[in-house]
Nanobody
Framework: QVQLVESGGGLVQAGDSLRLSCAAS????????MGWFRQAPGKDRDFVAR????????YYADSVKGRFTISRDNAKNMMYLQMNSLKPEDTAVYYC??????????WGQGTQVTVSS
């Protein structure tokens, strides 16, 4: 099974940008659909974006469409989330995940993103 480690979170001001990274190891990264999720305090974990195993067909939650960009580099076993025009409501712990045959079954430990107004 693939192991995932997120990095790149931090404290920024509204309107700023951040790029999150997800490093994968332990399995064939290029065979997995990958995604980003986030969880704000007191709320459920929500879908943010996903990308196919080959890096095509990115799909976004309406709340981030046009501001966030998901990408991956299979040669480096890396996935990224470029976040622009950040808003306070984007504040959350961000998780990367790998999708198995039926569900998202591998998760990183999360990285905190805090956007101040």
């Amino acid at each position: 099974q693939v192991q995932l480690v997120e990095s790149g979170g931090g404290l920024v001001q509204a309107g700023d940008s951040l790029r999150l990274s997800c490093a994968a190891s332990g399995s064939t990264f290029s065979s997995y659909m990958m995604g980003w999720f986030r969880q704000a305090p007191g709320k459920d974990r929500d879908f943010v974006a996903r990308i196919t195993a080959s890096g095509g067909s990115p799909y976004y939650a309406d709340s981030v469409k046009g501001r966030f960009t998901i990408s991956r580099d299979n040669a480096k076993n890396m996935m990224y989330l470029q976040m622009n025009s950040l808003k306070p409501e984007d504040t959350a712990v961000y998780y990367c995940a790998a999708r198995g045959s039926f569900d998202w079954n591998a998760w990183g430990q999360g990285t905190q993103v805090t956007v101040s107004s």
